[in-house]
């Protein structure tokens, strides 16, 4: 949006949830039908234009949040001054959703170059600390404190030396967005450190597992035990990445944009003030840091556990094969005393059949001897036992010869 001083110009962030974007919609058609404008189409992501004389609004859809800004022209001496006067009234506070930042910035003509004074930024900001620069080589002086007055806002000092009025507006759209995009990514900030507690806990834990794994017994039920704590860490350690990862990706992102939006700035440092580089070097990359090294710590936790998990899992393999080996020792030793048994009983098998059948031999000696013919049931038996028992006995070792010929290898 062009922007030509003296003007205001007030930005308003307003994190929603998915379910709020209709509400947001309808909140924004009403304001459109206050001052008689068209509203934005069904669907639109961003919407710009002139709600009256002197007053103009811009609103963008973003990933997560939506941003409102609103242009007034002219601006006297204070800082305070905003471009919400002209709007129905109730109508900011009703906005859906949650403020994650609201700015108020002025812009004034500034016709020789010179760096505000220590009063003047004592005029405008108070006792705050001020982080300014020149931006965009020099056309332009901005500066701000980062802090959050009374009313709500931040303000936000923008002193034209030579800008154009589209390079006026991308100024103070770089400086709105760089708060926000700030703000955005410090929404990790207690998400990390609620999880950096949790995460010293679960190292803790970790370490007496693992010790317990290397110098522990080498038995079943210690195994079993570990596996079901390390199970424990490794589905708590899932539940803290589930529920943060999406923001400290986030915080990444939003992070990167800011870095690019003062990159965009070209500032140049100002005798006796800190830059907005400066300021978030200091102020705000110590904490993104925090989040990035929590959100790495539970990536190294949970690859940390799988690695126990994969050495558990390995001691309990081994001790099994440990196991199943005896187990094929003993069977084998139970196979050979039932061979033995098995041979022991065919002896006595063909000491018993030989027997019946000598008994069937004499009988039919005795038979025979009846009938007529000369033969000695004694004699006849006596013949028979040899020729009986190596007979059965050979039939055995031949069937035995065969089972073990279909056998597998």
């Not at 350690?237 to 589930?242: F, P, W």
């Amino acid at each position: 949006m062009p922007v030509e001083g003296p003007a205001r110009a007030t930005y308003v962030a307003m994190l929603l949830d998915p379910g709020q974007r209709a509400q947001e919609n309808a909140h924004l058609r009403a304001l459109c039908g206050h001052f008689g404008v068209p509203a934005p189409a069904e669907g639109a992501t961003h919407f710009s234009g002139e709600l009256r004389q002197g007053l103009r609004v811009k609103w963008e859809r973003h990933g997560e949040f939506s941003s409102y800004t609103f242009y007034g022209h002219g601006a006297g001496n204070e800082t305070g001054q905003t471009a919400l006067e002209d709007l129905p009234p109730g109508w900011l506070p009703a906005l859906p959703g949650r403020t994650v930042a609201a700015l108020c910035a002025v812009v004034w003509k500034q016709e020789i170059p010179t760096v505000p004074s220590p009063a003047d930024l004592a005029g405008w900001f108070g006792d705050s600390a001020v982080a300014g620069s020149e931006v965009a080589e020099g056309a332009a002086f901005a500066c701000t404190d980062f802090r959050t007055q009374e009313d709500g806002f931040t303000r936000v000092v923008l002193l034209d030396r030579s800008l154009t009025p589209y390079q006026t507006g991308r100024i103070l759209q770089r400086l709105f967005e760089i708060e926000a995009y700030r703000m955005m990514a410090l929404l990790a900030l207690p998400i990390a450190r609620r999880q950096s507690p949790r995460i010293l806990d679960i190292e803790r834990s970790l370490a007496a597992l693992t010790d317990g794994i290397a110098t522990g017994e080498h038995d079943a039920a210690s195994d079993e035990t570990l596996l079901q704590e390390l199970t424990r860490l490794a589905a708590e350690i899932e539940s803290g990445l589930s529920a943060s990862q999406f923001r400290f990706g986030a915080c990444r992102a939003y992070a990167d944009l800011v870095t690019r939006r003062i990159q965009e700035l070209r500032e140049q440092r100002a005798p006796g003030l800190q830059t907005l580089e400066e300021f978030m070097s200091r102020r705000f990359r110590p904490a993104v840091a925090t989040c990035q090294t929590v959100s790495q710590r539970l990536h190294d936790l949970s690859e940390r556990v799988a690695q126990a998990s994969g050495l558990l899992r390995t001691r309990v393999e081994i001790a099994r094969e440990r196991q199943n080996q005896q187990l094929l020792a003993s069977m084998d030793r139970r196979a050979r005393l039932q061979l033995r048994l098995q041979q022991t009983v065919e002896g006595l098998s063909v000491a018993a059949i030989s027997y019946y059948v000598a008994g069937l031999v004499g009988y039919a000696a005795k038979g025979l001897n009846s009938a007529g013919i000369k033969l000695d049931p004694d004699i006849a038996v006596a013949v028979s036992v040899p020729v009986v028992v190596l007979l059965f006995y050979w039939a055995m070792r031949r069937a035995r010869s065969r089972l073990l010929e279909d056998l597998p290898d």
